[in-house]
């Protein structure tokens, strides 16, 4: 299936079902085959039988959830139908070659590079649910273990006697892990012979997932291109500008690897925010959806697809989008707000739904 764009689209049907979700999984499959969707994302073995009985020509690719670490694992799957397995975010590098060296020629492998890490085993965990009232089995995660918690402890013969664990104003983040980002170990992916490598996306912004989308295509193109000169540092400078925890490569290159949660709960990255996102080129101007408030003389970045450089320039003009009329400011107060700003200094078409950061 290729969209407009030439995009290829997976949908995710990767929950653990209950008896009463069935009929709903199944009018939902017969609909994504219609569509010819590229690949089902799937975790529990019942749902993965009935959408083979409803969608018989659709790929099935096996969830992280149903947590493949091991080529016995990914073998299973492969005879029962699985056209790709994407991997637990728990593998070393080793375990991965090893999977890989002994699964069949034609089964795909897919591995996490960047984003949240989940508290729980290969992202089952039932936090979320428990706190908020919101699975993250149902795609709809609060991330309750970013959250700060007051810790308590109690003597045995004083019960009722809860004397507080030391944490500072913000309580103290214990469950809180690191963002995990695999840029600089581009290189050895590919060699090992992985086929896909999954972003997490969940709840994030258009802006995020622009901006290290289009750092790590551009990484893995120009390693094909000229491996022997791959510099992780062009395409990490990119990932920063997003707003993010401390990064970590997990246990991908040691699974003794302690640099893994951040108890402080801090956020880094500040300096960029999104700016909003192109609606039309209009030769010497630009119609935008704004996200943030903008103003003359805010400096922006637009995110060019295919280009790891990001263009830079500075707003000079502001136009209300429904007058024309010149303005100095322009502020988020209702959905799908435009404006009108001076084109970069570029000598191509900018593309819609194109990224522009502003620097703060």
Known sequence: MLIANGKRVHAAINIYAKDETYDDIIEQAKILGELGVDGIIM?????IDAVKKVAPNTP????????????????????NGAKRVILGREMTKEEIKTLIQNKPKDLEVEIFAHGALCFGYSGRCFLSEFLAGRSGNLGDCAQSCRWAFN???EETNKPG????VEYDEKGTYIFSSKDLCLIKEIPEIIEM?????????RLKTEYYLASVINAYRNAIDDYYKDPKNYDFNKYLKELEKTKTRGLTTFY???????DIQDYGGHQY???????GKVIEDRKDRILIEIRNKLSLGDTLELIVPGKI???????????NDETEEEIQTVNPGKAEQKVILNKPDVNFEIGEDWILRRMK
């Open 43 to 47: 975790s529990d073995g019942g749902v």
């Open 161 to 164: 006697n809860l004397m507080p």
């Open 60 to 79: 099935i690719h096996i969830s992280t959830q149903a947590n493949t670490i091991s080529y016995h694992s990914a073998n299973f799957w492969y005879k």
């Open 252 to 258: 991908f290159n040691d699974r003794n690897n302690q």
């Open 309 to 319: 450089k990001p263009v830079i320039f500075k707003i000079e003009n502001l136009w």
């Open 151 to 153: 810790v308590y402890v």
């Open 269 to 275: 990255n500040n300096n960029f925010e999104f700016g």
């Open 193 to 201: 012979g992985v086929d896909s490598i999954k972003i997490e996306g």
